[in-house]
């Protein structure tokens, strides 16, 4: 079951990392995307831009850091849990706005970010209930296995920060 864990922790570091990495290359950007979605109101945007990049930087160190994971798959799970709420709201309503979550070109929320924010927090939930011990001890203990873990956990996150380019290419 750790290994398990290893390959979903490996995916939501890849996941929140990127995301994180896209904000900061153009966070006015993406907090008038928020604005644009009706969640947040003008003179709160930018606060809550910072806070989105700090709670997925959390994510991302509770994730990597020597304590347990859960810790970092719990916040995971309640981010996940609020985006995919947020998104259905934006798109449930029909507001044309931008999907700025991993920066790059803006693209409009559609059903397929809900679905990916659903994989996103059972991803983290699966993360939770599988592994208690921090990723150092179990990579010291099964390097082999655990790299393919990894692997996979890796491959599994550029799949799901790439749905939008595979949903267009298998329409």
């Not at 006015?28 to 997925?56: N, Q």
């Not at 994730?63 to 995971?76: D, Q």
């Not at 550029?158 to 939008?164: A, G, N, P, V």
């Amino acid at each position: 079951m750790d290994l398990l864990a290893v390959g979903c922790g490996v995916a939501l570091v890849v996941v929140f990392g990127a995301a994180v990495a896209g904000k900061a290359r153009d966070l006015p950007a993406f907090a008038r995307s928020l604005e644009e979605s009706g969640i947040v109101r003008r003179r709160w945007r930018g606060w809550a831009a910072g806070a989105v990049t700090t709670t997925e930087s959390a994510v991302v160190v509770l994730l990597v850091a020597p304590v347990p994971p859960r810790y970092g798959f719990a916040l995971a799970a309640a981010v996940c849990t609020v985006f995919t709420a947020a998104v259905a709201f934006t798109v449930a309503r029909r507001t044309p706005t931008s999907c700025l979550c991993f920066g790059g070109p803006p693209r409009t929320l559609r059903p397929v970010h809900v679905v990916r924010n659903v994989l996103l927090t059972g991803v983290s939930v699966l993360g939770y209930v599988a592994g208690a011990a921090p990723a150092a001890t179990v990579l010291a203990g099964a390097l082999a296995q655990s790299a393919v873990a990894g692997l996979a956990g890796a491959v599994a996150a550029l799949l799901l920060i790439k749905i939008d380019d595979l949903r267009s290419v298998f329409r």
